[in-house]
T-cell receptor
Framework: EAQVTQNPRYLITVTGKKLTVTCSQNMNHEYMSWYRQDPGLGLRQIYYSMNVEVTDKGDVPEGYKVSRKEKRNFPLILESPSPNQTSLYFC????????????FGEGSRLTVL | GQQLNQSPQSMFIQEGEDVSMNCTSSSIFNTWLWYKQDPGEGPVLLIALYKAGELTSNGRLTAQFGITRKDSFLNISASIPSDVGIYFCAGQKNTGTASKLTFGTGTRLQVTL
């Protein structure tokens, strides 16, 4: 089954404690992206990657890091989480030629206390 | 950043009614897309539009790419309970590239029996 898998699905953590949200896709997609969803603000892009070792900032990259060492994986790293990073996070992927036609993961709800 | 004005923000309708929602922008897009998000899940692509004036259907859903390239609408005919969810429009300036996908803030649809 074609899917984008995120882990963890739910996490409560404390300010400053580094965490990583993993994302893996099994569709051999070149393009991967991270979004955060906040009430009233829709989906905002954090980082994206056109292919292995190629990453770039989206609209709201501050406080986040990403890496793309393998085609299937695109982890999101919060080096020092803060309460304003409490949000619902989505990983998504697509083929290179249609980066608007995204396959989304089920989401990771993160709470930073 | 770019803004997509999506309306209405929410709507309550009775089963069997038709639904119409739209998305407008101050700038031109080359691609318009419509996604649906079920509760607790990630968005799923419903329809992608690549040509101004294009009218595309997917079952009971019909979407159009506005002739000015600054708007799009989505219609749902004969709504059913499983149509409940949040509908997002998204616009992209350069089709197929890593050009940013801008999402609207969503229309929350509730269907009553």
């Amino acid at each position: 089954e074609a899917q984008v898998t995120q882990n963890p699905r739910y996490l409560i953590t404390v300010t400053g404690k580094k965490l990583t949200v993993t994302c893996s896709q099994n569709m051999n997609h070149e393009y991967m992206s991270w979004y955060r969803q906040d009430p009233g603000l829709g989906l905002r892009q954090i980082y994206y990657s056109m292919n292995v070792e190629v990453t770039d900032k989206g609209d709201v990259p501050e406080g986040y890091k990403v890496s793309r060492k393998e085609k299937r994986n695109f982890p999101l790293i919060l080096e020092s989480p803060s309460p304003n990073q409490t949000s619902l996070y989505f990983c998504a992927s697509s083929i290179a030629g249609k980066t608007g036609e995204l396959f989304f993961g089920e989401g990771s709800r993160l709470t930073v206390l | 950043g770019q803004q997509l004005n999506q309306s209405p923000q929410s709507m309550f309708i009775q089963e069997g009614e038709d639904v119409s929602m739209n998305c407008t922008s101050s700038s031109i897009f080359n691609t318009w897309l419509w996604y649906k998000q079920d509760p607790g899940e990630g968005p799923v692509l419903l329809i992608a539009l690549y040509k101004a004036g294009e009218l595309t259907s997917n079952g009971r859903l019909t979407a159009q790419f506005g002739i000015t390239r600054k708007d799009s609408f989505l219609n749902i005919s004969a709504s059913i309970p499983s149509d409940v969810g949040i509908y997002f429009c998204a616009g992209q300036k350069n089709t197929g590239t890593a050009s940013k996908l801008t999402f609207g803030t969503g229309t929350r649809l509730q269907v009553t029996l």
